[in-house]
């Protein structure tokens, strides 16, 4: 086949690592995990675990980087996953090379993102969470290309693994494997720098988790940046696969 750049927009706390673990197991698809992280923390200097190490590791030039995603495809594999958080994409930046990339949106509902992120991270903003920044690009990329790009619902996927990613897989032109729907354990030379404050449940896991019901009680100003985020949400889940 063609080779094809799967860029997948997603934000933290989603089921986007698992998701390429499930893509990394293919023998034809090689993956990489968050390739503008350095450039975001570089520009915004926010607090994230391990930012120095982030910045060290990466390339902070977001040009270099879109130069080198929508290049070559690395060791001549038939597919290249890469995972991406759409709050990278900072204002200002032009993102018309996504437009070269095969693109796919991962959403799940804002107020189980919220609840699993301040875990790791003691504050949160709307920003911070991507859902924004997703609804953005998808609108860019829909009027820009003339169709809809697809959009998985983390909560519909995990009910339904098989058959959601053979749909995914159909919606992006690509055959299905089912050597997506289970991994070996344990860490990737692929994962970011990051992997040791955010993987751990992922090292552990073997799949996809089963579903489960997640949904907590939130406090206020934790409940109202999941409410400023629902709008977005919403409007990419009507485009969810069923």
């Not at 915004?44 to 982030?54: G, I, K, M, N, S």
């Not at 009680?217 to 696969?241: G, N």
């Amino acid at each position: 086949m063609t080779p094809i750049r799967i860029a997948a927009w997603s934000g933290p706390r989603n089921i986007s690592t698992a998701m390429m673990r499930a893509w990394e197991n293919r023998p034809d698809c090689i993956v990489v995990d968050e390739p503008l992280y350095a450039h975001y923390l570089q520009a915004t200097q926010l607090d994230h675990p391990a930012r120095d190490e982030v910045i060290a590791a990466g390339d902070p030039d977001w040009r270099r980087v879109a130069a080198w995603l929508t290049g070559p495809v690395p060791e001549g594999r038939a597919i290249w996953y890469q995972k991406h958080m759409s709050h990278h994409l900072l204002p200002g930046m032009d993102t018309a090379w996504v437009r070269q990339l095969t693109n796919v949106f991962l959403i799940r509902d804002p107020a189980l993102v919220v609840a699993s992120y301040v875990k790791s991270r003691a504050r949160v903003e709307a920003a911070d969470i991507g859902l924004l920044q997703q609804v953005q690009l998808f609108d860019e990329l829909a009027q820009a290309l003339g169709e809809l790009p697809p959009v998985i619902d983390a909560e519909r996927f995990l009910q339904a693994p098989e058959a959601q990613g053979r749909a995914l897989c159909q919606a992006l032109g690509v055959p299905f494997s089912e050597r997506m729907l289970s991994w070996p354990p344990g860490p990737r030379a692929s994962d970011g720098v990051w992997a040791p404050h955010w993987y751990a449940a992922v090292w552990q896991s073997t799949g996809f988790e089963p579903w489960r019901d997640k949904r907590v009680p939130l406090p206020a100003d934790l409940a109202a940046v999941a409410e400023a985020c629902r709008p977005a949400y919403e409007r990419l889940l009507a485009h969810a696969l069923g």
